[in-house]
């Protein structure tokens, strides 16, 4: 009767690999089927899930929004309990979202992310139990479609592959706060129903040569803030590096260095609230972006990418109420903070150590421009400990309000506090109260378009408090909520990627009314005899400043915005704050 036994679990066993390779070969990849050479297009990529999807109960495919390319987005989930209604799921699971495809031709995760949910449904890979995995398969679906073989011009493959521009030339991985285009609007969709607990970001690195095939780059931790950013830091990082290892895969920090060598020691790369990984991270969610080496062999790349994302699902396993009750902090610890901090620098005094694997580099006689050139030798490679840059210190703060209160009239902006699930209400009847108001004191203007903008930024503000009239229908947004740090990042006109610096609020800063100075003289005459102090200070700065006492018209200028003429738009942000009360 044993025997019997032993025989009947060796027919199952055999039988079981059998469906196995069999369901293996038969979800089979173009990426697979190319000898590891291409990367599937956007059709073949929707088609593959589809295929799985019905073949698999574990996962499901859903179409959510629009993108610039007239198509929808697709959100693919894996969950071995077959819910996909994410507001039926255990909220005691741990939720992972990869993005792929941002930059359609760093395609590493787009095919890495189809073999992993292929082979999770076929259990040639263990099923987390406490791990929920979705994926956006391809995120800049215009750039997928623009395919060609040449436009990357630094990268060792695949074949062929998709532009890093969107259907309307947007690179999507600076959209994420401006929100210009569909795809931005929709991914915020998608983040916000998802909530995830990590979030992975797939791309291929520019930069300098060194050793590595993967190098990640994780949100910059100090500005994460609280307990979650030192889990990431302290716990998170290591234990994926460590993993990693253990499979024989090096990993080290982005490079972050352009035409330099990477010896000399390098910095974390700050992600502001523009890229995903600072979006994400506005919501207290663990945010990486995994950057595989442009000049190793794709096949290398697509699979340290598929590695890598299994061994963050089995550290989401692992560390998955550990993740999740550090972010409940995280929205605790803001919830009760005083100041915000809106400006970041490097922290001098404080650096870590990398072990780090690169290639030796001279600098030599360019053949094509006759000047120095950086050359990397690849029989020489080195093992170096190098310093490496990762604290960031905050270098100016705001005292958080109670609330914000905007102008009915700003409709897009309310239309994205909407799209972020930003909570706020009505005000019901005309009022007058007391609130604090900027004015803009100091800006500076990129000369170049970015992204179809011309950036501001070094913007300072002066602020007045005061009794002011706000009318039924404005707006009133109170701090106290879930994305507190994004009403503060859109709203606090300093903050890097306010939507001031992206242009929101440019009507303010064209003054509307001026003067004809014949005019204005006689005005300008009445003033000085009736105000005193006015007089006093009008003569002091003609004596003390000699291009101004030289300047008729800067005079009558100044004179003129001293004056009840002056427009109070101009130069004055048309956001409220409502003082915190003692």
Same mark, same amino acid.
């Given at each position: 009767?044993?025997?019997?036994?032993?025989?009947?679990?060796?027919?199952?066993?055999?039988?079981?690999?059998?469906?196995?390779?069999?369901?293996?070969?038969?979800?089979?990849?173009?990426?697979?089927?190319?000898?590891?050479?291409?990367?599937?297009?956007?059709?073949?990529?929707?088609?593959?899930?589809?295929?799985?999807?019905?073949?698999?109960?574990?996962?499901?495919?859903?179409?959510?929004?629009?993108?610039?390319?007239?198509?929808?987005?697709?959100?693919?989930?894996?969950?071995?309990?077959?819910?996909?209604?994410?507001?039926?799921?255990?909220?005691?699971?741990?939720?992972?979202?990869?993005?792929?495809?941002?930059?359609?031709?760093?395609?590493?995760?787009?095919?890495?992310?189809?073999?992993?949910?292929?082979?999770?449904?076929?259990?040639?890979?263990?099923?987390?139990?406490?791990?929920?995995?979705?994926?956006?398969?391809?995120?800049?679906?215009?750039?997928?479609?623009?395919?060609?073989?040449?436009?990357?011009?630094?990268?060792?493959?695949?074949?062929?592959?998709?532009?890093?521009?969107?259907?309307?030339?947007?690179?999507?991985?600076?959209?994420?706060?401006?929100?210009?285009?569909?795809?931005?609007?929709?991914?915020?969709?998608?983040?916000?129903?998802?909530?995830?607990?990590?979030?992975?970001?797939?791309?291929?690195?520019?930069?300098?040569?060194?050793?590595?095939?993967?190098?990640?780059?994780?949100?910059?931790?100090?500005?994460?803030?609280?307990?979650?950013?030192?889990?990431?830091?302290?716990?998170?990082?290591?234990?994926?590096?460590?993993?990693?290892?253990?499979?024989?895969?090096?990993?080290?920090?982005?490079?972050?260095?352009?035409?330099?060598?990477?010896?000399?020691?390098?910095?974390?790369?700050?992600?502001?609230?523009?890229?995903?990984?600072?979006?994400?991270?506005?919501?207290?969610?663990?945010?990486?972006?995994?950057?595989?080496?442009?000049?190793?062999?794709?096949?290398?790349?697509?699979?340290?990418?598929?590695?890598?994302?299994?061994?963050?699902?089995?550290?989401?396993?692992?560390?998955?109420?550990?993740?999740?009750?550090?972010?409940?902090?995280?929205?605790?610890?803001?919830?009760?903070?005083?100041?915000?901090?809106?400006?970041?620098?490097?922290?001098?005094?404080?650096?870590?150590?990398?072990?780090?694997?690169?290639?030796?580099?001279?600098?030599?006689?360019?053949?094509?421009?006759?000047?120095?050139?950086?050359?990397?030798?690849?029989?020489?490679?080195?093992?170096?400990?190098?310093?490496?840059?990762?604290?960031?210190?905050?270098?100016?703060?705001?005292?958080?309000?109670?609330?914000?209160?905007?102008?009915?009239?700003?409709?897009?902006?309310?239309?994205?506090?909407?799209?972020?699930?930003?909570?706020?209400?009505?005000?019901?009847?005309?009022?007058?109260?007391?609130?604090?108001?900027?004015? &803009?004191?100091?800006?500076?203007?990129?000369?170049?378009?970015?992204?179809?903008?011309?950036?501001?930024?070094?913007?300072?503000?002066?602020?007045?408090?005061?009794?002011?009239?706000?009318?039924?229908?404005?707006?009133?947004?109170?701090?106290?909520?879930?994305?507190?740090?994004?009403?503060?990042?859109?709203?606090?006109?300093?903050?890097?990627?306010?939507?001031?610096?992206?242009?929101?609020?440019?009507?303010?800063?064209?003054?509307?009314?001026?003067?004809?100075?014949?005019?204005?003289?006689?005005?300008? &005459?009445?003033?000085?005899?009736?105000?005193?102090?006015?007089?006093?200070?009008?003569?002091?700065?003609?004596? &003390?400043?000699?291009?101004?006492?030289?300047?008729?018209?800067?005079?009558?200028?100044?004179?003129?915005?001293?004056?009840?003429?002056?427009?109070?738009?101009?130069?004055?942000?048309?956001?409220?704050?409502?003082?915190?009360?003692?």
């Amino acid at each position: 009767m044993r025997k019997l036994l032993i025989f009947l679990l060796a027919i199952l066993y055999i039988s079981c690999e059998t469906i196995t390779n069999e369901n293996t070969k038969e979800f089979s990849t173009p990426y697979e089927e190319s000898s590891y050479k291409e990367t599937a297009t956007y059709e073949q990529v929707i088609e593959f899930y589809l295929d799985l999807a019905k073949e698999f109960s574990e996962i499901n495919v859903q179409t959510i929004g629009k993108t610039d390319s007239g198509y929808p987005l697709h959100l693919v989930t894996y969950n071995p309990d077959g819910e996909f209604n994410f507001n039926k799921l255990d909220k005691e699971k741990t939720t992972l979202l990869i993005n792929n495809g941002i930059h359609p031709g760093e395609s590493d995760g787009i095919d890495a992310t189809m073999l992993l949910y292929r082979d999770l449904a076929t259990k040639k890979i263990a099923s987390p139990k406490n791990t929920i995995i979705t994926t956006i398969p391809i995120y800049n679906i215009g750039g997928a479609l623009n395919r060609n073989t040449s436009s990357r011009a630094n990268q060792n493959g695949p074949k062929e592959y998709g532009f890093r521009g969107n259907a309307l030339n947007y690179d999507l991985n600076r959209d994420f706060i401006k929100s210009d285009t569909k795809n931005a609007k929709t991914f915020a969709q998608i983040f916000h129903l998802v909530q995830p607990d990590i979030f992975i970001d797939n791309h291929v690195s520019n930069g300098a040569d060194y050793q590595y095939t993967l190098t990640h780059l994780f949100t910059q931790h100090n500005k994460l803030g609280g307990e979650l950013g030192t889990y990431l830091h302290k716990q998170f990082m290591p234990k994926l590096e460590k993993k990693l290892s253990e499979n024989n895969w090096d990993i080290t920090p982005y490079v972050n260095v352009f035409n330099q060598v990477p010896e000399n020691g390098f910095s974390q790369f700050i992600d502001h609230p523009r890229y995903s990984t600072g979006y994400t991270s506005l919501w207290n969610s663990l945010g990486m972006m995994v950057e595989t080496h442009m000049l190793k062999p794709y096949n290398k790349r697509v699979e340290g990418t598929y590695i890598l994302l299994k061994d963050a699902i089995h550290l989401a396993e692992e560390d998955g109420a550990k993740i999740k009750a550090s972010r409940e902090k995280s929205n605790h610890y803001f919830s009760q903070l005083e100041h915000y901090p809106i400006a970041w620098k490097i922290d001098t005094l404080k650096s870590s150590t990398l072990n780090f694997k690169g290639f030796k580099a001279d600098t030599i006689t360019s053949e094509v421009t006759g000047l120095p050139r950086l050359k990397y030798d690849r029989s020489k490679p080195f093992t170096k400990e190098i310093t490496y840059q990762n604290y960031y210190e905050a270098t100016d703060s705001i005292p958080i309000p109670e609330a914000y209160i905007i102008k009915k009239e700003w409709t897009k902006i309310l239309s994205l506090l909407d799209l972020n699930n930003i909570t706020y209400s009505t005000i019901e009847k005309d009022s007058v109260i007391i609130l604090e108001r900027y004015r &803009i004191k100091n800006y500076s203007t990129s000369k170049s378009p970015y992204e179809g903008h011309y950036l501001h930024y070094n913007t300072s503000v002066s602020k007045t408090k005061k009794e002011t009239l706000v009318f039924k229908g404005d707006i009133r947004i109170p701090t106290n909520q879930k994305g507190i740090r994004y009403i503060l990042e859109t709203l606090e006109p300093a903050c890097v990627d306010s939507f001031f610096n992206w242009n929101y609020f440019d009507t303010i800063l064209q003054q509307k009314e001026g003067f004809s100075p014949y005019v204005f003289e006689d005005t300008a &005459i009445e003033m000085l005899q009736k105000d005193s102090v006015l007089r006093k200070a009008f003569y002091s700065k003609k004596i &003390i400043d000699s291009s101004f006492s030289k300047n008729w018209y800067a005079q009558l200028d100044w004179l003129y915005k001293k004056s009840k003429h002056y427009e109070d738009a101009y130069l004055n942000y048309p956001i409220y704050r409502v003082p915190k009360t003692d």
